[in-house]
């Protein structure tokens, strides 16, 4: 299942939303779009019929706990550095549709870096179209280059996990943290540990 969400601020374009959604549509894969209220009236007209046996589009979901369901094959965000975190702590490949900001610098790095996703190219308007992002869910949900992503997306899950057990980099580092800070008197001196 593709679970599909642009965060609580990003807005499509309404050329850029009629591509996704039409793309999600010839893809044929089951999808949950979780897409705010504001949005919805820039779907094609009659589309939540066209696709009721597919997908299920909602205002709200937890994303973590569909993240973290095992049915969740891929992940489309706008690549928003929480969901950048979420997505590659829990294991999910990513499709990228960055719009803005730090959006842009963490698309590239889940496809060219950790390598868990692709990010499919815009044309000359800047619109990903309909046939590019169908080709960027085959890719991350079927066939040799989607089993590589899924290693990768599973090496950083294994990492991210083995940083916050007790004893990794994280749980380390926080517990040295609180120690710092208790050690400091009254008037937030800190005295040396």
Not at 41 to 49: E, H, I, V
Not at 78 to 96: A, F, K
Request: proline share 3%; charged share 25%.
């Amino acid at each position: 299942m593709v679970y599909m969400s642009f965060g609580s601020m990003v807005s499509l374009t309404a050329e850029q939303m009629e591509e996704v959604a039409w793309g999600l549509k010839e893809s044929g894969v089951s999808f949950l779009w979780v897409l705010r209220e504001s949005e919805q009236s820039k779907l094609p007209n009659g589309y939540r019929d066209l696709v009721k046996d597919k997908g299920l589009i909602v205002t709200w979901c937890n994303q973590l706990e569909l993240l973290a369901h095992q049915a969740t094959g891929c992940f489309v965000t706008h690549c928003g550095w929480n969901s950048t975190l979420e997505t590659l702590s829990l294991g999910v490949p990513v499709v990228c549709l960055p719009q803005w900001t730090d959006q842009l610098p963490d698309a590239k790095y889940l496809e060219e870096i950790w390598k868990v996703g692709v990010w499919p190219k815009e044309d000359e308007k800047g619109v990903v179209r309909k046939q590019e992002f169908v080709k960027s869910l085959k890719i991350v949900m079927e066939g040799e280059r989607s089993q590589e992503i899924r290693n990768n997306a599973a090496k950083w899950k294994k990492l991210a996990k083995e940083a916050v057990d007790e004893g990794g980099n994280s749980d380390k580092h926080i517990n040295d943290f609180v120690t710092y800070l208790m050690n400091a008197d009254q008037n937030g001196k800190l005295s040396t540990y």
